[in-house]
Nanobody
Framework: QVQLVESGGGSVQVGGSLSLSCAGP????????WSWYRQAPGKEREFVSR???????TYVDAVKGRFTFSRDNSKNTVYLHMNYLKPEDTAMYYC?????????????????????WGQGTQVTVSS
């Protein structure tokens, strides 16, 4: 499994903003579809947003209009910009990658495609 590195979580008040980032592995060159999931205490992990390799974005209804998913392919990094945060947005946020095609080392050697998960970053919204 590919390991991703997340950052940017924290605590904010209702209506505030946070931006999360998720960096993919530098030693793998792969066309990824990226997703964000979140898990609140006592609840199952749920889908939040996805950005496909062609840049198409999808959002769960609860965050539409408030969250924006973007990617920087040159840095193999994605970002989740969260505005107008609500207490119900409080959760551990995880990023996930799913390869969309073959993967290679920087030297050009093929490697088996594999999904990846980040370690999670906590977002807490207080009223």
């Amino acid at each position: 499994q590919v390991q991703l590195v997340e950052s940017g979580g924290g605590s904010v008040q209702v209506g505030g903003s946070l931006s999360l980032s998720c960096a993919g592995p530098g030693h793998i060159i792969c066309n990824y579809d990226w997703s964000w999931y979140r898990q609140a205490p006592g609840k199952e992990r749920e889908f939040v947003s996805r950005i496909a390799s062609d840049g198409t974005t999808t959002y769960v209804d609860a965050v539409k209009g408030r969250f924006t998913f973007s990617r920087d392919n040159s840095k193999n990094t994605v970002y989740l910009h969260m505005n107008y945060l609500k207490p119900e947005d409080t959760a551990m946020y995880y990023c996930k990658t799913v390869p969309n095609g073959p993967c290679f080392t920087p030297a050009g050697s093929p490697i088996p495609p594999a999904t990846g998960w980040g370690q999670g970053t906590q977002v807490t919204v207080s009223s």
